[in-house]
T-cell receptor, first 119, second 113 residues
Framework: GAVVSQHPSWVICKSGTSVKIECRSLDFQATTMFWYRQFPKQSLMLMATSNEGSKATYEQGVEKDKFLINHASLTLSTLTVTSAHPEDSSFYIC???????????????FGQGTRLTVV | RKEVEQDPGPFNVPEGATVAFNCTYSNSASQSFFWYRQDCRKEPKLLMSVYSSGNEDGRFTAQLNRASQYISLLIRDSKLSDSATYLCVVNLDRGSTLGRLYFGRGTQLTVWP
């Protein structure tokens, strides 16, 4: 299957600082990527849809100025949590759909996730 | 109201048991359906897609009832390695390309020797 790499796998930061999380498709082009968040014992919640070369589309209730998404190339999307607070501590995970060639976009490929702890 | 509702369990079963998970979804416009499994602190991995005609993959059988907006997963002859959280997942977007996914909170399964 296709490979999606997410970095870092875990990060601890101080309250008020910003944290950038990268999501890369390693062996295919990802025109669309999705960002999810999962709190303990909760479901993965879709935060936003990231489209290459255009603005991200945010789900209702997700602050676009707090969670900045950039999808500048077909293989990279970044999520920046700005002015992080302890309540932003969560498991953030991206997924990517493929484009063209052998890859049939009927399966979402997930990154390994980033566990963010804000202290 | 949540898009996808699942019984969180936990389900604790002995090896060899048969176990069934259920899920309901609220949006009748949902396009495609899946079961994923998630191991502790890991990313979700696709287990199988779910079709109206029902589909089987080895010990796993999935069913979809669009009229009732109900999805099920049956695991036969449970193995220790089946211990995980099983996520019911719904895709709302149209077209051949997979879109936004909505996840249930997952059903936790523990298979004991």
């Amino acid at each position: 299957g296709a490979v999606v790499s997410q970095h870092p796998s875990w990060v601890i930061c101080k309250s008020g600082t910003s944290v950038k999380i990268e999501c890369r498709s390693l062996d295919f082009q990802a025109t669309t990527m999705f960002w999810y968040r999962q709190f303990p014992k909760q479901s993965l919640m879709l935060m936003a849809t990231s489209n290459e070369g255009s603005k991200a589309t945010y789900e209702q209730g997700v602050e676009k100025d707090k969670f900045l998404i950039n999808h500048a190339s077909l293989t990279l999307s970044t999520l920046t949590v700005t002015s992080a607070h302890p309540e932003d501590s969560s498991f953030y995970i991206c997924s990517a759909n493929g484009q063209g060639g052998w890859l049939i976009a009927t399966e979402a490929f997930f990154g390994q996730g980033t566990r963010l702890t804000v202290v | 109201r949540k898009e996808v509702e699942q019984d969180p369990g936990p389900f604790n079963v002995p090896e060899g048991a048969t176990v069934a998970f259920n899920c309901t979804y609220s949006n009748s416009a949902s396009q495609s359906f899946f079961w994923y499994r998630q191991d502790c602190r890991k990313e979700p991995k696709l287990l199988m897609s779910v079709y109206s005609s029902g589909n089987e993959d080895g010990r796993f059988t999935a069913q979809l009832n669009r009229a009732s907006q109900y999805i099920s997963l049956l695991i036969r002859d449970s193995k220790l390695s089946d211990s995980a959280t099983y996520l019911c997942v719904v895709n709302l977007d149209r077209g051949s390309t997979l879109g936004r996914l909505y996840f249930g909170r997952g059903t936790q399964l523990t298979v004991w020797p």
